[in-house]
């Protein structure tokens, strides 16, 4: 089969590889039609963690069942499905209470937690590729309803990036008619943002550089705040009166760079508490590592922040803080899409062929504008650019 491998910093390719496979009783086998090229990639594409090269990329999966296991029960040939990123068996200590995103079983012993093509998350060949093979497929598989392939770039967003926004936000503590500020507009980001609106957000804050962003935040409603124009504390002080929001997302990460390009990564962290009202809540979803041999200082690279305690302490305030559990949203969160209350597809600028996807990596990487979610369709015929969405 063909899949995205990857050959070491920004070098990556579409090989032959052998074909993914039901390998036990309980696994499912899906043919995969729409993968998505997300943020975290990036951090393992640049070289800024231990990926291992010959690996393929991919945790944002959906496509249609082609085999299953003997002991697979539910789960049907036929069945379009998304799979959460977090790889997890449903019978654990954490499974059982809900903490798919901490599996005990799905990694190495010693390590909780894993997903598809993902640096230090157990073994698992991510879903850039014509098949994935889907362990505890009868737990991991969310069946899709019958609009699925035609809504594939809204229902893809439920493996990972929208129940990850709607994390942040639960993370955050926030009730409807409370105020919000999200640093980072990037798809998590925009996801955080829409949680927030369909959850009765009275004011949505989104800070970010990147004028493509800002204006899709403006298309749901939120307040754009381009952090190079000038503090973005001053700026939500002045939005909340000088109070502060109530609630606060952190979905940019480590690798965290201020408007003039230095990076630092407790940058967002530190202005969320200064963002953030006294005994306000901020959850925290942008990636953290225990180790960053490519960060710029000994610090960072030890996986330690010069986080500012003290005033996150006198402020009172409160963090929640790790992956998401993706299986406890994304059933409601596919009603939402499937009743056409939300249509998370709205950020996506792309949707092109496996065969694209090494350049389309590239433009993501940069930054580049109008490049805010690229969509990847295996089996998709590349026509020299794919069709791009305005």
Known sequence: MKALVYHGPRQVSVDDVPDARIEKPTDVLVRITSTNICGSDLHMYEGRTDFEEGRIFGHENLGEVVE???AVDKVAVGDMVSAPFNVSCGHCENCEHGLTNYCLRANEPGLAGA???FA???????GQAEYLRVPWGDFQCLRL??????KQDDYVMLSDIFPTGWHATEMSGLKPGESIVIYGGGPVGQMAALSAVTKGASKVMVVDRHPDRLRLAEQIGAIPI???QGSPVDQVMEQTQGRGADRGCECVGYQAHDPQGNEDNADTLNKLVSSVRFTGGIGTVGVFVPQDPGAPDELAQQGKARFDFGNFWFKGQQMGCGQAPVKRYNRHLRSL???DKVKPSWIVSHD???EQAPEAYKHFDAREDGWTKVVLHPGQTSNGSGRENG
């Not at 230090?120 to 991510?126: L, S, Y």
């Not at 309803?145 to 035609?150: N, Q, S, T, V």
């Open 68 to 70: 299953v296991g003997d």
């Open 115 to 117: 997903a598809y093509g």
């Open 120 to 126: 230090d998350m157990g073994p698992w060949p991510g």
């Open 145 to 150: 309803p019958e609009d699925a392939r035609d």
């Open 226 to 228: 381009d952090d190079s």
């Open 337 to 339: 899409i499937a009743a």
């Open 352 to 354: 092109l062929s496996l």
